[in-house]
């Protein structure tokens, strides 16, 4: 690439990962990447082959970030090796991937919110529940979600086209968000944005789950429900953690950046561990909180596997049962 004409510095980077650290680290975020998806797609496939799911707005949210998660960590996963690979890619391709991490990363958080309120609705406001949280308000969430994600990363696409040169999209560079979005304008757009994600979707979170979390002690203080209060609560505390994990899209670029100033010399690890963290944990634990967690859920998936199983075995025993006779 032309870095005199487009104005982009692509060097290679001062230090490297050796062969046998490259294979392990691609070998890792493979392997999570396809067991996780493997676990959501089975998800998917439970979710439309039981018709009571598509009429319960919690769990048209929950599969809407199942699917979401599938697209991110497909992308992220992509750009990850292929950056191995190649190191340099497409500018048009770059941007292509960095629009896709960018809207999936930024639903998730919104997602989980929104699931949140459901909750909140279902535990505090029961009698009002089938009023506020139909099927046709659970979809214009959903528009909604990606609309607002739109309004964050749309505006940078279109800087960057008034801005840049036409031959930047045919040339080639490191691909990261940092590197193509790089005008300053972008960087305090971002900063500005994270900053109103990160207080709106907090506050809902800590409304929400602090009322949760009162009505569940209400619940158990009159020991009603006992054990549905303890199961309501050990959830809150996995949903928080999850949040946590996925709050750190919008602050990673900055506590990765400050360690990498404090570190200069382990920024490949600091990334590398960073990717895990932020990409990868949050959608391991999305099947297991909303999914494997589900009384409901868990019993249709179960059957699912069951049927598999059983469909697996049943052609052998009747060719034992003609072998007899």
């Known amino acids: 690439m032309n870095s005199s004409s487009s104005g982009y510095n692509v060097s290679t980077p001062r230090y490297r990962d050796s062969y046998s650290t490259v294979v392990a680290k691609n070998v890792i975020v493979l392997a999570l990447g396809l067991v996780i998806n493997y676990i959501n797609g089975s998800l998917i496939h439970t979710f439309r082959k039981h018709q009571i799911f598509y009429v319960n707005p919690r769990y048209i949210l929950f599969i809407h970030l199942v699917v979401n998660d599938i697209i991110q960590l497909t992308t992220s996963i992509s750009l990850f090796v292929l950056s191995y690979i190649f190191y340099r890619i497409n500018v048009s391709l770059c941007c292509v991937f960095i629009i896709l991490s960018v809207f999936t990363n930024l639903n998730t958080p919104l997602n989980l919110a929104f699931m949140a309120v459901e909750c909140y609705v279902a535990v505090c406001l029961p009698l009002r529940h089938a009023e506020l949280c139909t099927i046709k308000r659970t979809y214009i969430v959903i528009a909604l979600i990606w ?4 309004v964050s990363i749309l505006p940078d696409v279109f800087l960057l086209v008034v801005t840049e040169p036409v031959e930047l999209f045919y040339s080639t560079m490191f691909c990261s968000r940092d590197k193509l979005f790089r005008h300053p ?68 670029h900055l ?36 999914g494997l967690r589900d009384k409901l859920f868990r019993q249709h998936l179960k059957k699912y596997l069951l049927c598999t199983v059983r469909l697996s075995i049943k052609p052998r025993t009747v060719v034992t049962s003609m072998l007899l006779y």
């Open 147 to 150: 609309a607002t994600s739109a």
């Open 185 to 252: 304008v972008h960087l305090k757009k971002r900063d500005v944005s994270y900053m109103v994600y990160l207080i709106g979707v907090w506050f809902t979170l800590l409304f929400t789950y602090i009322k949760i979390f009162l009505a569940a002690k209400s619940a158990k203080a009159s020991k009603s429900a006992e054990g549905d209060a303890k199961k309501a609560r050990n959830t809150i505390l996995l949903h928080g953690f999850q949040l946590l994990l996925c709050m750190f899209t919008y602050i990673a």
């Open 255 to 290: 506590i990765r950046n400050a360690l990498v100033y404090r570190f200069p010399e382990h920024y490949i690890n600091i990334f590398f561990v960073s990717y895990i963290i932020v990409q990868i944990l949050p959608r391991l634990l999305s099947p297991i909180v909303y």
